[in-house]
C-alpha cells in the first residue's frame, strides 16, 4: 500500500537513530524525496500560492514542500511530530517557524494563516485535524491537501506491491488510512468541517529510480515497509522488490512508477453568512 504512515517512521521510514537520521533515510529523504517536488508544485501552483500568503503546512515531514512555498515568498510555518524530520525542515529553512507537535492541537493563534497545506498526511485516521486548520485560518483562507487516490489502478501500483508482504491485519490498517482519496469522501469531510468551494483535482506524483536494486533499498526505508521487513525479513523483502522491479526496466529510461494521488482544494467562508 502507499507509503506514509501516522508515525515518526512517517514516509520515509525506519533507520532513525536517537541523535538523527540513519543511512536508510538520509538515502531516501535525498534520493526518493525529490520526485514529491512534482506535487508539491502543483499544489502551490493550484493554491496561487505567493509572497502575500502566511502558509502553514501540517505533518510537513523533513520539509521540502515548505523549502518550494518559500521560493514562491510565502512567509512559512510547519508542524510535525517527528523532532529528527523537523531538524531537517529546520536545516533546510532557518527563517521558517517550525515546531514539534500534533496536528489536532496546533500551537497558533486562531487566522494566523492564509492558507494550508498538507501532503499525504491527512488520513482516514486523521480527520478531525481539520477543525484545526480552520480554526487556524483566516476568513476565506485557502487549504489544499493530497491524498493516495486509486492506488490499484496506478500505473505505478507494481511500486507499492512489496509492501502486502506486511502481516494481514497491517496491510488492512494501511489500506483503511487511504480511504480518503475515494471519490465523494473527501469532499464530504471538507464540507462537514465548514470549509466551502471544495474541489478535487488531480496532482502529478511519481517515483524513478536508475535501477531494480536502487529502487528496493529506497523502498526498504519507507514507513510501509518496515512492516514488511518485520513480517519476511529484510533479505527476503529486497530480493522480491527487486524481483519485482525487473520486470519493468525499460530499455534506456529509468524505472519510473506513477500514482495516482487527489488533492483537494477549498476555502474557508468569508462570513458567518456564507458558512450557513
Ligand atoms: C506521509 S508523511 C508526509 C510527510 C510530508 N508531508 C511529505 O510530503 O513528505 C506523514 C507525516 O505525518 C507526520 N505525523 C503523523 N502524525 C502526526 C500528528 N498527529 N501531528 C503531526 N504530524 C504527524 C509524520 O511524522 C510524517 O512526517
Redo the contacts with the bound molecule.
Keep these: 500500500m502507499?507509503?506514509?504512515?501516522?508515525?515518526?517512521?512517517?514516509?520515509?521510514g525506519l533507520a532513525v537513530g536517537r541523535r538523527g537520521l540513519g543511512p536508510a533515510r538520509r538515502r531516501l529523504l535525498t534520493l526518493s524525496?525529490p520526485a514529491?517536488c512534482r506535487?508539491?508544485v502543483a499544489l502551490h501552483h493550484r493554491l496561487r500560492v505567493d509572497q502575500a500568503d502566511r502558509l502553514l503546512?501540517?505533518?510537513?515531514?523533513?520539509?521540502?514542500?515548505i523549502e518550494l512555498a518559500r521560493l514562491r515568498g510565502a512567509t512559512c510555518a510547519g508542524?510535525?511530530?517527528?523532532p529528527r524530520?523537523i531538524a531537517v525542515a529546520r536545516d533546510r529553512s532557518p527563517d521558517a517557524d517550525l515546531r514539534v507537535?500534533?496536528?489536532?492541537a496546533l500551537p497558533w493563534a486562531d487566522h494566523t494563516f492564509d492558507v494550508a497545506t498538507?501532503?499525504?498526511?491527512i488520513?482516514g485516521t486523521?480527520p478531525d485535524?481539520l477543525a484545526e486548520f480552520h480554526r487556524v485560518l483566516v476568513p476565506g483562507g485557502r487549504i489544499g491537501i493530497?491524498v493516495w487516490g486509486h492506488i490499484k489502478a496506478s500505473a505505478g501500483a507494481w511500486a507499492l506491491a512489496p509492501f502486502r508482504l506486511a502481516a494481514e491485519p497491517k496491510v488492512a490498517n494501511q489500506a483503511a488510512m487511504v480511504a480518503l482519496g475515494r471519490p465523494g469522501v473527501g469532499e464530504e469531510l471538507l464540507t462537514r468541517y465548514g470549509f466551502v468551494e471544495v474541489e478535487r483535482v488531480r496532482i502529478p506524483f511519481a517515483w524513478e529510480f536508475p535501477d531494480p536494486e536502487t529502487y528496493a533499498r529506497v523502498l526498504a526505508a519507507t514507513?510501509p515497509a518496515y512492516e514488511a521487513v518485520q513480517q519476511v525479513g529484510e533479505p527476503a523483502f529486497l530480493e522480491a522488490a527487486i524481483e519485482t522491479a525487473r520486470q519493468h526496466v525499460r530499455e534506456g529510461l529509468p524505472l519510473r512508477a506513477e500514482i495516482d494521488l487527489v488533492g483537494y482544494l477549498a476555502r474557508t467562508p468569508q462570513s458567518v453568512k456564507e458558512s450557513r
Design positions: 502507499a507509503p506514509g504512515v501516522g508515525d515518526e517512521r512517517g514516509t520515509v524525496e514529491n506535487e508539491y503546512d501540517v505533518a510537513c515531514g523533513s520539509g521540502l514542500a508542524i510535525d511530530a517527528s524530520l507537535g500534533d496536528m489536532h498538507s501532503f499525504r498526511g488520513w486523521t485535524a493530497t514507513g
